[in-house]
């Protein structure tokens, strides 16, 4: 790695070894992500293959032997016996791969528009701020629901629920990329003006090698921290969703479906079957949410 | 080594440190210097030679974790250099005009300029309401500003630079100090407007016998506004003596070079004498001399000791050989 | 010697009103900033033409037109010959203009952060697909640094070292024409020196033409072989180095010289110049400088002045011919 970049991480890490929040956030970033990428090698069960389930186990307590089979569940079951703790794991796998492509979609579209809008201006740059304005006057999960509702009425019955996650992480997705185009747009236009690019321009650069050789470069520290955020808040976002039954079907569930089953159970008695894969969501969002924090401290020389 | 009675203000072996998570650094390194009361003092230097720094830790407005280490700062008698909080705060409204580089940020955009010239009077000096009036209204024709009577009522956004200027000039003075400092007051400004605000700060310091510590990057205001001059290096006193004297004859080897590197108004074409390399970084400050590196006549005693100390109130460089160059 | 540059009658107006909305609601007309006025000059090759001014007058823009950064509303550029605005043929606009190249005036932001320093000096001759093997390397120790700096990045050299930096990325393309907008203004003065001998230095060894924009009248004096004054857009004097400095004619350049601190001005209790630059949105009638004028007469408020020769000097002044008196 270059000089440049070891310099500059350097600073960062060093904040990053002061921060005790960064480095425990951080750690349970890691884990989390791991579990959930190595869900099937972990999970002691696989909760889609009906082969493995035993209605039987339905309502297992947490670390309690079935009344009936005798086994043991960490976390307990659901009402069809699949073992909690396991369709947390990949639940998580849903999740997270949901929000991690909802913002890199975000990302790139915003991205893209913001350097476009800075850069050239003029009409160009008032029609993208100004769509970008009306869709700050919806709230996200309204832009979300109404994609959803869109997508659902266009897509055959039986592609439905293949076509769901996708469907939800465009929905995220495109209710997210304004905050990057926003930023990007602002960054752009103060490096626009510098005499590096100038020096570009007079040369004869193309604009299109200008905003992404000269410029994409310098406005990317801003973005990696709204990255950071919007996951956190996409991971929640795709929950809300999926909760309120317009995400992840029950046969690919995520941590928001397993809270809308669990909620059914949760006046019954079976408390584990909400409060686990809660706690989970709680926990995955607030650590990224965290690190998001800490990250923007770290990057922001005028707090440093 | 005694202050000087007279003096209006007085530094003493001055020393600020700045802790860094490597080292402590040392911006400003055993400066002593006196003011007299209508003298204006030149501090000149290049960048993150100190000046600032310096000028900075006399009045009080050191940031953290910038601060002063050691050494004494003496205003008409007082020492100051232990004040903190609220007395140096009233210390620097009543005793110390501040003139700055940028005049925006020294008014407050959100008052009128007459709100500002009274709100300092009425706090230092005690007068009514109406006298307060009276005395802005003074102020601010004493430095020029045409038709005072109703643009006292106007805001900063209003005026010209220029004008801005001598708005924070007459803000500077109307609780009438003894010292002022102006950091850089003119390098915002045009040539023309430039001239017109050197000529009004020498002709109200001379007027009011304020003393003045002038810090500036440019020669040329040095040799017009300044009576004494400092020439500082790495954070350290290289020369100090009277403007005319210094200028015309330097005795320090850096000095010598600045000198020589200014493009002189009355000269041709011809090659500039130029100091090769750069001031070392305050991280990476040279063993022995602080200018050795760049030195040509440097020697062994220069690359092992610490360059003599400067005395206040002495023409003469701190070089271990300004003799010997001259022989 | 021939004319490497003609600038032709340059005129260019900036809009600058409040969007138009507020313009609709607030019933203001649109507002126009004239930045040049017919400006009129001509650089011969391999010398030195300064350009002075204070802020406003508009001498940064006219660089940004010559280098090609900004198209003017009215007149021409011509450089060897080729109008860099209205010829047709593209090749010989590209031809033209990879003879231009421009150093500016603040180091930190004249070099991309992210860049290494190799890739910053070679991307002019990069961009037109030349080979640039070692061209870096060769380049930085022709500006008096190391070839082992190429591989670093701008963050690790001091402002001196980086306007040395612009200087090797100007020279990579082989130019002919390098407009320098206030190379120096924003470096000490050691080290201010040091840039200035070194441009001196490639100029007689690689047969440059400089434009030497900037406001400080020592630096100028030093460097230029040509000088033009500007005020509001609007060149009122020119002459050769010698004779603008020892015999200015226009009360403007007197009055400028007259300002200018002076390394032996001891104690020098001059009249300071009065008033200051006008606003260039409403400009003064007649000669735009007749409200600070010391000489001025009726006639200057109302019938702008041409520019002429009076002696060595072209002058734009009613009374160039008593006006040193």
């Not at chain 1, 509702?149 to 996708?166: L, S």
Request: charged residues 20%.
């Amino acid at each position: 790695m270059s000089a440049l970049i070891l310099a500059w991480h350097s600073d960062v890490a060093w904040s990053f070894r002061r921060s005790p929040v960064a480095v425990v956030s951080l750690m349970v970033v890691l884990i989390l992500v791991l579990a959930a990428v190595f869900a099937p090698l972990i999970a002691p069960y696989n909760p889609f293959d009906p082969a493995s389930l035993n209605l039987m186990n339905g309502f297992s307590k947490p670390m309690e032997p079935n009344a009936f089979t005798g086994d043991t569940f960490w976390l307990g079951t659901d009402d069809q016996g699949r073992d909690v703790f396991s369709t947390i794991l990949y639940g998580m796998r849903i999740s997270l791969f949901v929000g991690f492509t909802a913002v890199l979609f975000a990302l790139v579209l915003g991205v893209t528009l913001g350097l476009v809008a800075g850069y050239v201006g003029g009409w160009t740059e008032t029609i993208i701020m100004r769509i970008a304005d009306v869709q700050l006057t919806f709230p996200a999960i309204l832009v979300a629901m109404l994609i959803f509702g869109i997508a659902k009425g266009v897509t055959p019955v039986e592609h439905r629920d293949e076509v769901a996650i996708w469907v939800l992480i465009i929905a995220i997705g495109l209710s997210d990329w304004v905050q990057f185009a926003r930023v990007v747009r602002g960054a752009t236009l103060v490096e626009r003006n510098k005499e590096y690019v100038m020096a570009a321009k007079l040369i004869g650069r193309k604009p299109g090698a200008i905003m992404l050789r000269h410029i994409l470069p310098n406005v990317l520290s801003p973005v990696l921290v709204i990255a950071t955020i919007s996951l956190a808040l996409a991971i929640i976002a795709e929950a809300t969703l999926s909760f309120l039954g317009v995400g992840a079907p029950p046969t690919q569930p995520s941590l928001g479906t397993l809270i809308r089953i669990g909620q059914g159970f949760l006046f019954s008695g079976e408390w584990w079957i909400i409060l686990f894969p809660a706690v989970t969501l709680l926990v995955l969002a607030l650590s990224v949410n965290l690190l998001g924090d800490w990250l923007r401290d770290a990057l922001n020389p005028k707090l440093r | 080594m005694n202050r000087n009675s007279e003096a209006t203000l007085s530094v003493r072996d001055l020393i600020v440190d700045i802790p860094t998570r490597h080292s402590v650094l040392r911006p400003v390194d055993r400066v002593s210097f006196d003011i007299a009361p209508g003298e204006i003092l030149g501090v000149v230097g290049e960048s993150g030679a100190g000046k600032s720094m310096t000028g900075n830790a006399v009045i009080g407005l050191l940031t953290r974790p910038a601060h002063i280490a050691s050494g004494e700062i003496w205003l008409n008698g007082d020492r100051i250099d232990h004040l903190q909080g609220e007395p140096m705060r009233r210390l620097r409204g009543k005793q110390i005009g501040m003139v700055f580089q940028d005049p925006l940020t020294s008014l407050n955009p959100l008052l009128t300029i007459g709100d500002q010239l009274r709100e300092t009077i009425l706090e230092h000096l005690d007068v009514s309401k109406d006298e307060a009036h009276q005395r802005a209204i003074d102020g601010l024709k004493e430095v020029g500003i045409p038709a005072a009577e109703e643009r006292i009522d106007a805001y900063p956004h209003q005026f010209s630079g220029g004008m801005r200027q001598r708005v924070v000039i007459a803000l500077a003075l109307c609780a009438e100090p003894s010292f002022i400092i102006a950091d850089e007051p003119t390098t915002a400004l045009d040539v023309s407007v430039q001239a017109q605000i050197i000529a009004l700060l020498r002709r109200l310091c001379r007027e009011r016998q304020t003393a003045v510590m002038l810090i500036t990057h440019d020669m040329g205001v040095i040799a017009e506004a300044t009576d004494r001059v400092a020439v500082m290096y790495a954070g350290r006193l290289a020369e100090l003596g009277p403007t005319k004297d210094v200028l015309t004859d330097p005795k320090h080897p850096y000095s010598i070079g600045l000198m020589g590197s200014t493009p002189l108004a009355s000269a041709g074409k011809e090659r500039l004498t130029q100091i090769e390399g750069a001031m070392p970084r305050l991280d990476s400050l040279p063993d022995g001399c602080a200018f050795h590196p760049r030195c040509e006549h440097a020697r062994e005693r220069c690359r092992q000791n610490p360059e003599p100390r400067l005395e206040a109130y002495q023409n003469r460089a701190a070089c271990w050989f300004v003799e010997d160059l001259y022989l | 010697m021939s004319i490497l540059v003609a600038v032709r009658n340059l005129t260019r107006i900036f809009d600058v009103s409040k969007p138009w909305l507020n313009r609709l609601i607030e019933r203001r007309d649109k507002a126009l900033l004239t930045a040049v006025n017919k400006v009129d000059f001509e650089i011969e090759e391999r010398t030195v033409y300064g350009l002075v001014g204070e802020s406003g007058s508009g001498k940064s823009t006219i660089g940004k037109i010559i280098v090609g950064l900004l198209p003017p509303s009215a007149g021409a550029v011509e450089i060897e010959g080729v109008d860099l605005y209205r010829e047709e043929d593209d090749a010989k606009v590209d031809a033209v203009r990879s003879d231009i190249q421009m150093i500016f005036q603040d180091p930190y932001a004249s070099l991309n952060p992210r860049w290494k320093v190799a890739s910053i000096i070679t991307e002019p001759v990069a961009a037109r697909g030349g080979d640039t093997t070692d061209m870096a390397e060769k380049l930085l120790e022709q500006v008096g640094l190391s070839a082992r700096d190429a591989g670093k990045y701008p963050h690790e050299f001091s402002g001196g070292q980086r306007q040395r930096i612009c200087i090797a990325r100007a020279l990579a393309s082989e130019p002919r024409l390098i407009v320098c907008d206030e190379p120096t203004s924003a470096l000490d003065v050691s080290v201010q020196a040091q840039v200035l001998n070194l441009m001196s230095d490639l100029q007689d060894e690689f047969g440059l033409t400089y434009l030497f924009i900037s406001h400080d009248l020592t630096v100028v004096r030093h460097m230029a072989d040509k000088v033009g004054v500007l005020y509001l857009g609007q060149l009122v004097e020119e002459a050769d180095r010698d004779t603008l400095f020892d015999a200015p004619l226009h009360p403007y350049t007197q009055m400028l010289l007259e300002a200018a601190p002076k390394l032996d001005g001891f104690g020098r209790e001059a009249t300071p110049p009065e008033g200051e630059i006008p606003d260039p949105i409403n400009p003064p009638s007649g000669c735009v400088f007749h409200p600070r004028c010391p000489i001025a007469v009726e006639r200057c408020k109302v019938d702008p002045p041409e520019l002429r020769g009076v002696g060595k000097t072209r002058v734009a002044c009613h009374l160039a011919e008593t006006s040193r008196d």
